[in-house]
Every structure is written in structure tokens, then in C-alpha cells.
């Protein structure tokens, strides 16, 4: 509470570590308590998180991305199946295999979920965001893109972190709008349309008023001392 990280994620082949460095000066308010340091890393994941005797947790497995950061659920989620396929006496491969499996589903669909917010920017204002709009990506994410676009439809595979609302929220907030809508909306008429809206943003605004403010919520809980 008594001072205010800022950072900044670049891409190293389209920024210098200097360029950067400026970047985030640039928009730092006050005066900084420290020299801005450069952290390297690579994106991706082992593997296998669990190879003989030996797991890796956390940053050991792997790095996907800071922005929209996972590494905390992922940490609970290794240690949870770590925990269900604990070995009693030897380590069967098939206790290994069903973790590796599953912390695989795991980080793919996760990278689907970030790779997500670069691809559909509407941003063509640098070579980099030029390159995300066009880049290759996932097949798997190629079609939950393209079944959305076609009917408005948010895929979520079963136990995936990111639910519906999250892929909604990036689609259309990136500006991508679905083509077609399901044909049932057709049998409401618009008033019952407007009425059926206007009773879940009744419901948001209810719930909304009966929670404390963000600032009287930190006051009470974490007052700085
Ligand atoms: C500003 C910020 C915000 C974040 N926000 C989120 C978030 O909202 N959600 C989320 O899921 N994640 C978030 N993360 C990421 C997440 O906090 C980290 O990825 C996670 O804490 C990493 O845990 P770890 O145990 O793998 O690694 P670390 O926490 O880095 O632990 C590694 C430990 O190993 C020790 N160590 C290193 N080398 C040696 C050595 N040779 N011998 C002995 N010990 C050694 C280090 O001192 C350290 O204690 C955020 C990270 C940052 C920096």
C-alpha cells in the first residue's frame, strides 16, 4: 500500500529493452523509487510437469504470459492432482501420465485464451500488432473463433479455467461480433426481448447497490496503517 508497481510486456523483436525502458517512464506518475529492470522470459510449458521422481511446479513448469496471469491457479491445480495421484509405493506410469495429461489440457487452453486477446485486435498501428492480427494460430482456438462468428456460440471445454463469460468478454470486447444469432430469439417478440434484458440488468443493479464501494471495502478490511 505504500507504493504502486508498474511494469511493461514487450516483445523483444519489435522493442528495444531501451525503447521499452522509456515507454514505461513515460507513464509512470511521480518520481520512480527504482530502476526499471528487464525480466526475460519464454513463453511456454514443459513437457512433461512430471518426469520419474521429480515435478515441476509453478515457474518451474513453465510461463505463459504476465498480462492475464494464471501461474497461481496453476500452482493449485498441480498440487491438487499432485495430491490425487500421489504414489504409495512406486511411481506407475499411469499416475504420471494422467497428471501430464491433464496439466497439458491445462496450459493449451489457456494459451488459446491469451494467444485470443493478441489475435483479434482491431490495432494496426505497429509491426507487432500487425503481426498478432495475422499470425498463425492454435486450430483449436481457430475453431472456437470461427463458431462463434458463425453463430455467437462461447465453446468451454469441461474443468477449463476460463469460463463462458471471459470468452465472451474478450470476443466482443476486441470488436469481433457473431454473424447469426440462434434462431430461438426469433420466437420472442421484442417486448419480451427488452423485458427478459431489462430483468437481468435489474438483477446486476440490485446486486451492484447492495455491495460496498471499492473504497469503503479497502478502508474497512486493509486500511493502511
Ligand atoms: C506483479 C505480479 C502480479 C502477478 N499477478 C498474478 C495473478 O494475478 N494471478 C496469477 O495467477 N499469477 C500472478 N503472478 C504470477 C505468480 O505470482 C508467480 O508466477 C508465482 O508466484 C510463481 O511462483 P513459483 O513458486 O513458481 O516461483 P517463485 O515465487 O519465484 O518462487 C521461487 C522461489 O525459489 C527461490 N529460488 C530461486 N533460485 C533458488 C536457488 N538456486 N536455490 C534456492 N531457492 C531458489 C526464490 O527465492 C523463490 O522464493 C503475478 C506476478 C507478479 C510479479
Known amino acids: 500500500q505504500s507504493r504502486r508497481g508498474n ?22 506518475e511521480g518520481k520512480p523509487i527504482n530502476e526499471p529492470r528487464v525480466i526475460k522470459y519464454r513463453t511456454g510449458t514443459r513437457r512433461k510437469h512430471w518426469n520419474k521422481n521429480c515435478v515441476a511446479i509453478g515457474l518451474a513448469s513453465g510461463f505463459i504470459e504476465p498480462l492475464e496471469s494464471t501461474s497461481i491457479h496453476l500452482i493449485q491445480q498441480s498440487i491438487i492432482r499432485l495430491m490425487q495421484n500421489m504414489p504409495t509405493k512406486a511411481i506407475e506410469s499411469c499416475y504420471q501420465d494422467d497428471f501430464n495429461n491433464k496439466m497439458r489440457f491445462e496450459a493449451e487452453n489457456i494459451r488459446d485464451f491469451i494467444v485470443l486477446h493478441y489475435h483479434v485486435t482491431q490495432r494496426t498501428d505497429s509491426d507487432f500488432w500487425r503481426y498478432c492480427k495475422n499470425m498463425p494460430i492454435p ?3 481457430a475453431k472456437r473463433l470461427e463458431l462463434f462468428k458463425q453463430s455467437g456460440h462461447v465453446y468451454k471445454a469441461e474443468q477449463e479455467l476460463f469460463g463462458e463469460a471471459s470468452w465472451l468478454q474478450v470476443m466482443l ?6 454473424q447469426n444469432y440462434h434462431p430461438i430469439v426469433d420466437s420472442m417478440s421484442d417486448d419480451e ?26 478502508n474497512h478490511y486493509c486500511k493502511a496503517k
Open 7 to 28: 511494469g511493461l510486456v514487450f516483445c523483444s523483436k519489435y522493442m528495444s529493452d531501451d525503447e521499452a525502458k522509456t515507454a514505461l517512464l513515460n507513464n509512470v
Open 139 to 141: 486450430e483449436s482456438l
Open 173 to 178: 470486447g476486441q470488436g469481433l461480433v457473431p
Open 193 to 218: 426481448l427488452k423485458r427478459f434484458l431489462e430483468s437481468i440488468k435489474n438483477h446486476v443493479a440490485k446486486k451492484a447497490n447492495s455491495l460496498p464501494s471499492h473504497i469503503d471495502f479497502i
